[in-house]
């Protein structure tokens, strides 16, 4: 019985093993194709980590907004709702002095809070408009983000204008959504 228990054990834990492996295969294929050095990855990573860490240190202000921060090479893109003008700024200035944090985009509405349902919808466009910007052959799908506030499509990454024109015209005729905004960083 003992040795039973034991397979069964050690099936399950390499089946964790074989999906750490897949999860890191797919990381390791979306860092190859991001056009950020390595370091401006990991860098962009802790400017995300830490502005969620001091937004959330600050109960009141983390009880009055809802935000998402998206960093591409420095450049953060800060999305969501804000109950007050006060609680806009504070987020503003709580993402400005994280540390390599070179420009903020400041895109948090004064509004309640999203609902459940806005989220859910929220997800299904960003959804719908990676799957066809990744679809695209023109594009390096991998390298374009797409972030959704409020039917609202947010689009970051390096690219040439002709690649922005396609991502943003590819956005713009996905059903539902109702605003695109460019947060590219152009490259010739």
Known sequence: MKKIAVVILSISLLQGC????VAGVGVG????????????????????????TKISENAELAKNSDVQIVSLNGTVLIVGQA????????LFKIVSDVKYTKKVHNQVRIAKLS???????????TTK?????????????LAIKVVTED???????IVNAKEADI???IARHVNGVSRVYKAFEMIK
Do not use: C
């Open 167 to 169: 991502a943003v015209d």
């Open 83 to 90: 109950v007050t003008p006060e609680y806009r700024e504070q």
């Open 29 to 52: 294929a979306a860092s190859y194709n991001d056009r950020r050095t390595f370091e401006s990855q990991v860098d962009d990573q802790a400017v995300e980590l830490n502005a969620h």
């Open 115 to 125: 609902t459940f349902g806005t989220k859910t919808t929220d997800t299904w466009l």
């Open 18 to 21: 074989a999906l750490a492996v």
């Open 151 to 157: 039917s609202e499509v947010f689009l970051m990454g």
């Open 129 to 141: 408009v990676k799957t066809k910007i990744i679809a695209d052959e023109r594009l390096n799908g």
